[in-house]
Each structure stands twice: as C-alpha cells, then as structure tokens.
Antibody
C-alpha cells in the first residue's frame, strides 16, 4: 500500500526557513516523479514544485521560484522541500503527491506551515 | 489567480446529474491530459479522473470526464450525499512549465 507522510511544518517568522519532508513507502520511490501542492486556508489547490524520479529535473511555480528547493533522497525514500525567505502568503497546508505531469495518484495527509510574527 | 477556471459552485438533488466545467487554453487543457480531483471536507485530495476520462479502480462509474478543445467537463450522475465536496480539474501547462489546478467547484447536494 502506497503511503506518503509529511512532516516538518510549523510556525515560522516572515523571512525564516523551514524544511518539509515526505516519507514514501509501498512503491519503488526512484521510479516515480513527485510533487508538492499547497492549500492556503479556505483557498484552492496550488501546485508548488515537482521533481523527476531520478531527481535530475525540477520544476517550480513562479511564486516560489528562487526561494524553495525540491530534492529527494532515494536511499531514504524521502522527498524534501526547503523553503527559504518565507512570506505570510506561503501559509498553507503542504501536501506531497506521487506524480508530476499528471495523475497525482496518491497524496499525503499534509503538514501545516504558518508564517507569522 | 489560476489560468484554469471553474464555476465556484454547483448543486443538485439526490439522483440528479451535475456537470462541472473547466476552461483553460491551448497551453494546458487542449494539449495535455486533464485530471479531476475530489476533496472531501477536511481531507486530502483524491484523483477521480485521470487522462481526460480514465477512472482509477474504486471510483464509481457515476463519475465521468470529457474534453473538447480548451474545455473539459466532469459529470456526476446519480448524485449522492457523499458527493458533497470540492472538485478541481488540473493539467500540465507548457507555458508555465508547471501543473495547474482549476479554481475549484464546490458541489452541494440539496
């Protein structure tokens, strides 16, 4: 059974940094592209970033380009999102999902990031 | 604001058919596979339709997807109370080089 478990969320001040993790199990992690999707309180879904199975190709949404970095550790079956220069508008539940170009077949439960002073 | 738009709400009585539209452009909906996600209150999204009209195992055949040009649609036939949720279309966008979600539609069962 595919399982995705996010961690690392919390309260951070504007301008601060946070690293999210997503532990994957139940599938061959290196064979699948992965993505991060966020949802601000009361708002819709917003794609944030994606990475190929090998990690050699990464993509970012314009609002986070230059501030967020996606990566993966195949030996640990873990996906990461390093978030720097955080802003109030980055406050959201962050989900990791299996997929990149389409068909996000599995999702984690999400981790809440709150950016506030 | 998303480049893919949906009506903010739709509703129907139990047993009715409800259709949700999704409007995009040549860079996304017209040229790429369209997916649909269902998000029940307080839960993570779940894929309902992928590649325009394919249903993952376990998704009832009451849900169907279609696409024509720069628009796509999700139809829910035989509406049930448990279908009350938010629905999002999505597709890769070649101009943005990213995956774009529609603005979302809240379905209410009257």
């Amino acid at each position: 059974e595919v399982q995705l478990l996010e961690s690392g969320g919390g309260l951070v001040q504007p301008g601060g940094s946070l690293r999210l993790s997503c532990a994957a199990s139940g599938f061959t992690f290196s064979n699948y592209a992965m993505s991060w999707v966020r949802q601000a309180p009361g708002k819709g879904l917003e794609w944030v970033s994606g990475i190929s199975g090998s990690g050699g190709s990464t993509h970012y949404a314009d609002p986070v380009k230059g501030r967020f970095t996606i990566s993966r550790d195949i030996s640990k079956n873990t996906l990461y999102l390093q978030m720097n220069s955080l802003r109030a508008e980055d406050t959201a539940v962050y989900y990791c999902a299996k997929g990149l170009y389409g068909d996000y077949s599995h999702w984690g439960l999400g981790t809440l990031v709150t950016v506030s002073s | 604001q998303s480049v893919v738009t949906q009506p903010p709400s739709a509703s129907g009585t139990p047993g009715q058919r409800v259709t949700i539209s999704c409007s995009g452009s040549t860079a996304n909906i017209e040229s790429k596979a369209v997916d649909w996600y269902q998000q029940l209150p307080g839960t993570a999204p779940k894929v309902l339709i992928y590649s325009n009209n394919q249903r993952p195992s376990g998704v009832p055949d009451r849900f169907s997807g279609s696409k024509s040009g720069t628009s796509a649609s999700l139809a829910i036939s035989g509406l049930q109370s448990e279908d009350e949720a938010d629905y999002y279309c999505a597709a890769w966008d070649d101009s943005l080089n990213g995956y774009v979600f529609g603005t979302g539609t809240k379905v209410t069962v009257l």
